[in-house]
């Protein structure tokens, strides 16, 4: 009998690499403005160079960039990416289609509903906001909970804890297989890997089952919890 579902939050809950694009290109075409001396791209691939070297929710971006760059940090050019950075990334953070009913109806399935993601405690709770779904989730655990990323177990073993759940008894719903995927499948939980969020091009995800919309996963828990279909 299901009695949970977890969910990662970026690619699987909101498109999180639509917004990051769209945030940092208006942060770019800001600090042009601002004084900068660099072209769009040349500047986006040295901000993104900083992403994969420091992880993509490294807050001191810009500030780094500027050094790079400039030597030093100009303030009119900073607080102009900044600014422009926090408004289109207002305008940009939505959540895939039917995310918001999806959650409605396990929540009034009884289930209990919890994220898993690697990112800060409170970026993740700035997009669960943000999205309006906060209120579906019992259970939230960031990596700030545990110091570890998945596929290590100890976030899974958090929220299934917090829950009062086994790990039979949940099912982890996430669009990076060798981590959300691996993770969730070593401790025993039911997987299900959100093909719709995939960046990665993946082949097989070695999940339980796949979706293609979120929505999709409602007769998955219904025929694992043995529910009639609402």
């Known amino acids: 009998m299901i009695k949970a579902v977890v ?4 690619n699987t809950l909101v498109d999180f690499r639509k917004w990051k694009n769209a945030a940092v290109d208006a942060a770019i075409v800001a600090m042009v403005d ?9 500047a986006r691939k040295k901000i993104f160079g900083i992403y994969d070297k ?5 807050q001191g971006v810009f500030d780094d960039f500027l050094h790079e760059v400039l030597g030093y940090i100009d303030y009119r050019i900073l607080a102009a990416g ?6 289109a990334r207002e305008g940009a953070l939505v959540s895939y289609p039917h995310v918001s009913l999806a959650l409605l109806r396990l929540f009034r399935m009884h289930l209990k509903l919890a994220v898993v993601s690697d990112a800060p405690r409170m970026q993740v ?7 309006g779904v906060d209120m579906f989730f019992d259970t939230v655990v960031t990596f700030d909970d545990t110091g570890v990323r998945k ?3 100890e976030p899974f073993k958090k929220a299934l804890e917090l829950m009062q759940v086994e790990p039979e008894e949940a099912v982890m719903v996430g669009d990076w297989a060798e981590r959300d995927i691996v993770g969730a499948k070593t401790l025993g939980m039911t997987t299900v890997f959100a093909r719709y969020g ?3 091009g993946t082949k097989v995800s070695g999940a339980d089952f ?12 219904e025929k694992l919890s043995g529910r009639e279909p609402m």
């Open 7 to 10: 969910f990662d939050v970026d």
């Open 34 to 42: 601002a004084g900068l001396d660099l072209t769009q791209e040349q």
């Open 54 to 58: 420091k992880g993509i929710e490294y």
């Open 82 to 87: 900044i600014v422009a950075y926090r408004r």
């Open 125 to 131: 709770w700035m997009r669960l906001v943000q999205l």
């Open 151 to 153: 596929p290590a177990p």
């Open 198 to 200: 995939d960046e990665f």
């Open 210 to 221: 796949e979706i293609n919309d979120v929505l999709h996963l409602i007769p998955i828990v």
